[in-house]
């Protein structure tokens, strides 16, 4: 079984930074899939970004250029380094694992943009 925490969200105003970190407790693979998903009022959860089994990163057109994801080498934990933020990344920020067969989600972490 793995357990993932989030935590880092916070109200910022437009054009700041925020980090958000995701902690996997459990049998964890190292090559497992972890990313980072939001989910905005009225919307469908959303890939933001994605680092894979083999290392590839992928990030969504929205938050390319601002947004960084990185585990370190264990894979227990996920890292969201998200700069130059705008409203519309107001969204609750879940972190993913997948281990072949088995997903897993965190419990969310609520980031707001507002002037």
């Known amino acids: 079984q793995v357990h993932l925490v989030e935590s880092g969200g916070a109200l910022v105003q437009p054009g700041g930074s925020l980090r958000l970190s995701c902690l996997a407790s459990?049998?964890?693979?190292?090559?497992?899939?972890m990313a980072w998903y939001r989910q905005a009022p009225g919307r469908e959860r959303e890939l933001v970004a994605q680092?894979?089994?083999?290392?590839?990163?992928f990030y969504s057109d929205s938050v390319k250029g601002r947004f960084t994801v990185s585990t370190d080498n264990t894979k227990n934990t996920l890292w969201l380094q998200m700069n130059n933020l705008k409203p519309e990344d107001t969204a609750v920020y879940y972190c993913?694992?997948?281990?072949?067969?088995?997903?897993?989600w965190g419990q969310g972490t609520q980031v707001t943009i507002s002037s």
């Open positions: 459990g049998h964890v693979a190292i090559i497992s899939t």
């Open positions: 680092i894979s089994s083999v290392n590839n990163i």
């Open positions: 993913n694992l997948n281990m072949g067969s088995r997903n897993y």
